[in-house]
């Protein structure tokens, strides 16, 4: 079994900062791609940010130059800097791993049940 499991959210006033973690654990052999999405209230879930296994790093227009994504391989852990926070951050947040498992022949997407950050004005 593969578990992700984000930490970090909260709430925070306008321009402040957070930092969210997503640790993988499981019988995990290979993690091509990291990333973060998002869900805010009533919205469809979109894309934050992803990080490749060679730190090849892509963002939402929306958080570029705020928030920054980053991974340490050795742990299998993947983070997510958020500054100058604003309220349409505010959202459920979701860890999400491109994994290949011991036994598997291919990759597959897995998910975290996802971390609330509220961002208040």
């Known amino acids: 079994q593969v578990q992700l499991v984000e930490s970090g959210g909260g709430l925070v006033q306008a321009g402040g900062s957070l930092r969210l973690s997503c640790a993988a654990s499981?019988?995990?052999?290979?993690?091509?791609?990291m990333g973060w999405y998002r869900q805010p209230p009533g919205k469809q879930r979109e894309l934050v940010a992803t990080i490749t296994s060679g730190a090849s790093t892509k963002y939402a227009d929306s958080v570029k130059g705020r928030f920054t994504i980053s991974r340490d391989n050795a742990k299998n852990t993947v983070y997510l800097q958020m500054n100058s926070l604003k309220p349409e951050d505010t959202a459920v947040y979701y860890c999400?791993?491109?994994?290949?498992?011991?036994?598997?022949?291919?990759?597959?997407?897995?998910w975290g049940r996802g971390t609330q950050v509220t961002v208040s004005s």
């Open positions: 499981g019988s995990i052999r290979s993690i091509n791609v």
């Open positions: 999400n791993a491109d994994l290949r498992t011991y036994g598997s022949s291919q990759s597959y997407p897995y």
